[in-house]
């Protein structure tokens, strides 16, 4: 069963003061027994959900990086207590929240997102018994409390570059990128590389500056548009207004992090999505081992963290898919180099 909750990092505050506040003025139960020393209230306890935090930059419902974060959660095979924070791009605003859900004695915070890792350095110390799970990221600088986990976004990006290269008839695709950081650059060369191979002539790639920015987005799929590109990918959640474009323009789209289908159901062709899943169940699995960090993670497709998920409603050409799977199996077997 899963329990999903949005809270606030000022409403966290407010039910810490709360909950010290009743333990100050519990005069009232004083003449109550003390209860025995053989008490079941710690089985209690260990036998209770397990609560979970995401604090994630957009969204939770972006159809991109957070999305796939909270599905992931969602899709665990335990009893989870999930609490949201989405929203938090300001860095001070995902601290105050990845502190305030520790304080709150959730088992394990989430930080989904690169540029909390500064954060967490300062907080994770504090609350040696909390879980910490940070990403993107390959490495847990040094603390023993934090795990990282990253996707190998090349892989899934070189798949979705080589369906690509066999849609082209101008053999130019466009590529709308967020920040020039983290999965995004690895998708977008791991997609150039595999529409290159494929055939296609070129691949033109914007980086907008922004992770957000739906309107930047939909500039630059509209400056691909209008330099001959019929074929387009991007990432991040700033991607909607790129697909919007897309759309109007009757143009094929390819998604990553979470399945974009709903965008654009007649013209999203393929999506990678990130299963988190798979490394938050080995997440766990040591934490109730009494190891409750120092170790970072990886998805990729040969362990099912990464999927291409293909959408039915959008027709192929005779043969691609059988290519694609192909291509992904020669991936996963490391006969094929993504160039990363």
């Not at 069963?1 to 004083?30: E, T, Y």
């Amino acid at each position: 069963m899963k329990r999903q909750r949005r809270l606030s990092p000022s409403i966290l505050v407010m039910l810490g003061a709360l909950a010290f506040a009743g333990v100050a003025c519990g005069g009232g139960d004083a003449e109550e027994p003390a209860a025995p020393a053989t008490t079941a209230a710690p089985t209690a306890v260990a036998a209770g959900p397990l609560r979970v935090a995401i604090v994630a930059p957009s969204a939770s419902d972006d159809l991109a990086f957070s999305q796939s974060m909270v599905d992931s959660v969602n899709a665990l095979e335990r009893d989870v207590e999930l609490s949201i924070t989405d929203g938090t791009f300001i860095i001070e605003d995902a601290a105050a929240a990845i502190r305030g859900y520790a304080e709150d004695g959730n088992d394990v915070v989430i930080a989904h997102g690169t540029q909390f890792g500064a954060s967490l350095m300062e907080i994770a110390p504090d609350f040696p018994d909390v879980t910490f799970v940070w990403g993107t990221a390959s490495d847990t600088q040094g603390l023993d409390n934090v795990f990282a986990y990253a996707p190998a976004a090349d892989e899934g990006g070189y798949v979705n570059g080589s369906i690509a290269a066999s849609l082209t008839d101008s053999g130019v695709i466009g590529v709308v990128g967020p920040i020039e950081a983290g999965d995004a650059v690895a998708y977008i060369n791991g997609f150039e590389a595999g529409a290159l191979a494929g055939g296609a002539s070129e691949v033109n790639i914007t980086y907008t500056g922004s992770f957000g920015d739906v309107a930047l987005a939909a500039e630059a799929a509209e400056a691909h548009l209008a330099n001959d590109v019929d074929v387009l990918t991007g990432t991040a959640q700033m991607v909607v207004g790129a697909v919007g474009v897309a759309t109007d323009a009757g143009v094929p789209w390819f998604g990553t992090q979470a399945n974009q289908t709903s965008l654009a159901p007649d013209l999203v062709v393929a999506s990678q999505v990130y299963h988190w899943e798979v490394v938050l169940e080995e997440m766990l699995a040591l934490r109730d081992g009494g190891v409750l960090g120092g170790q970072a993670f990886e998805i990729n497709l040969a362990n099912g963290g990464l999927v291409i998920e293909f959408n039915d409603g959008f027709e192929l050409p005779a043969g691609v898919r059988d290519a694609a799977e192909a291509m992904i199996e020669a991936i996963t077997s490391g006969t094929v180099s993504t160039g990363s």
